[in-house]
DNA sequence: TTCTCTACTGTGAACGCTCACAGACAGCAT
DNA sequence: ATGCTGTCTGTGAGCGTTCACAGTAGAGAA
């Protein structure tokens, strides 16, 4: 009597041959009905798929990657330094959107941390190695060596956010910083600020400097003069949000509102002016941007600029197999939303 | 003349056979020389190894798992829903750490996520399939179908937080949350507190029962009577904490502090109380728990019990690669550490 | 010497799948 | 009849690795 597939004993899986016995039918068959089913009889197909079912055939992935040389998986690559990892709720989101839009093709995710040049290293021999069909990389600081390495050695790769100096012919999904940009600037003048400083965020950042850039415009458009000292950077983060509004205060006591590049500096923009005695927004408008969690955290809610971080994955996504199954590299730029609440 | 491995050229990637010719020694040695080099000489496992270097080669995970049946890859298992995966900080810290432990042991991690009911199936199916070789699983809540299911195919499980509901045999990694609780009571009761109320975590979870059970105990024997008014529970977001709170002013105005079972809920409390006029730590002392970014990002700064989230997620990769080389079920209780801050 | 033991090495034979190929059969035109 | 086309099916080969096994050589014991 031969142990069953029931609970108690650890039995070898069924392979493609036990369904093709099960079906009546040749290996070939049943690799051609996993495998789209073109060139199968209905009957054969319908055969196979009950045997698969009888038999709860899960195919092998490793033994076809050995063959096709795909894995069938990709891996989502984070470059940067570990705190923003951690402060920026925005990773949690383009995570769990990529996560999700990858598993709805079936194909797992690989999660890479390249925060030491050793990591780096063995990172790029695993994935050069083919061991991912691609890459979802997001590492928004330029000059990242790994973009390059990746994309020298013919990898598939999707960058969230445009990558500064890497060359082009590589493929990235991006918010529209600029619009964004100006459509906070442009709805803090329609409030009848006319002082507006900027946080900005770092320079070598393309939404450090997209989101620069459409403030300016739109001052210019405006035809309110363009203050340099009324400018300062932060690096996203919280605390360089506060030193930030700081320095701001400091340099132009009569400020009427602060356009902040992210939701995490412009919780650190409402601090400092707490501290300075300014109401927020009687006395300045705050203007933030991402629509994180952050921004309806602080107290006053922000009014912010909507990242659509759902689609910006889900293209991500899309744009990565596209480019595996041989398709040119492509850009995609997605529109943001203004998001209207009580700090302005 | 043949095309070289130079850039322009996709060629096909160095084999155990091509390191094997070009050391002058055998696919077998090779082989052992890969796997830990028993019984290879030094003479040979130095040629191997230099072959290794001058072709570049990166041994083929496919072909070794198809032969070996094993994948050398485990899954992060999050089936939670997922406002929590985005509001909880404490999971992008134990992702990240599990990541790095994983990586120190060349084991990638594939991160799944099992919301719905068809992604719960797949995902199950996928790794009873031997797709991975071990599981990490974060999971607060109890009767997980998942968890079971996995447990009873064999499946090398470790979870963060004791799991309820799933019987012994399971292995977990868990801060002694009854013990931290412990210590933050004594030390409102040690500032003179004596009306200290709580908001507890989900009570189905063992963080919100054994938090409460610390408090409890504490009280008990600093022989400050029970009251059960003054315990309301939450679901560890920021919102339920700001209900919370407000429930507990209006049942006991002359509350001089709460116990609070996640810093994200304590934020909440800090909301309504300052809403209520209340000033923190004058009137009311606040203490937290889990040492999030959120309790230093809170004004006032929370006092809090910090979760080695680092040793946590190391333990979990050491006790499941431990379980997958054949090693028993563990559980491990780690010390919490209580932090000082403003809020108390 | 001869035997035994240990350290080391090479050689098929798998692992489970896909791919290329060849063959069968039907339909239709020649 | 013959050929051609298209759909469908089975078969052998091979992907790159590990594993079991057989075999060699050198050291030490009898």
Redesign the interface.
């Known amino acids: 009597m031969t142990m069953n597939n029931g609970?108690g004993g650890?039995r070898r899986?069924p392979t493609i041959h036990d369904v093709a016995r099960e079906a009546g039918v040749s290996r070939g068959t049943v690799s051609r009905v996993l495998n789209g089913g073109h060139y199968v009889s209905p009957a054969a197909a319908e055969a196979v798929n009950a045997a698969i079912r009888r038999t709860g055939y899960?195919?092998?992935?490793?033994?076809r990657?050995?063959i096709t040389g795909r894995?069938d998986?990709v891996g989502?690559l984070l470059t940067e330094p570990?705190e923003r990892?951690?402060?920026d709720?925005n990773?949690?989101?383009l995570?769990?959107g990529c996560?999700?839009a990858l598993?709805a093709h079936?194909v797992?995710?690989?999660?890479?941390?390249a925060?030491t040049e050793d990591?780096r290293r063995?990172i790029t021999?695993?994935i050069?190695?083919?061991?991912v069909d691609g890459v979802l990389l997001v590492s928004s600081h330029s000059g990242d060596p790994i973009a390059t390495e990746l994309r020298?050695a013919?990898v598939p790769l999707v960058a969230c956010g445009k990558p500064i100096g890497i060359g082009s012919k590589v493929s990235y999904v991006a918010a529209d910083d600029r619009d964004g940009a100006r459509d906070m600037v442009r709805h803090l003048l329609a409030q009848g600020r006319r002082r507006i400083g900027v946080v900005t965020g770092p320079l070598d950042t393309p939404g450090g400097v997209e989101r620069l850039a459409g403030y300016r415009e739109v001052l210019a458009e405006a035809g309110v003069q363009y203050d340099e000292g009324i400018v300062v950077s932060g690096d996203y983060s919280?605390a360089s949000g506060e030193a930030g509004a700081e320095r701001l205060l400091d340099r132009a006591p009569d400020l009427d509102a602060v356009f902040v590049a992210s939701d995490l500096m412009a919780?650190g923009v409402l601090?400092a002016l707490r501290r300075a005695g300014r109401r927020v927004p009687q006395d300045v408008a705050v203007g933030g941007f991402d629509d994180s969690?952050a921004a309806t955290?602080a107290?006053p809610s922000l009014t912010t600029i909507r990242q659509p971080w759902d689609r910006i994955s889900s293209e991500m996504v899309r744009v990565l197999l596209a480019q595996i199954g041989g398709e040119e590299p492509a850009a995609v730029i997605l529109p943001t939303e203004l998001v209207k609440r009580e700090s302005t």
């Open positions: 609970a650890r899986p899960v195919v092998n992935r490793h033994a990657s050995l894995s998986s989502f570990q990892f951690f402060e709720p990773f949690n989101v995570l769990r996560t999700q598993a079936d797992p995710l690989l999660l890479m941390l925060g990591e063995r021999r695993y050069t190695a083919g061991h020298e013919g919280r919780q601090t969690p955290a107290s």
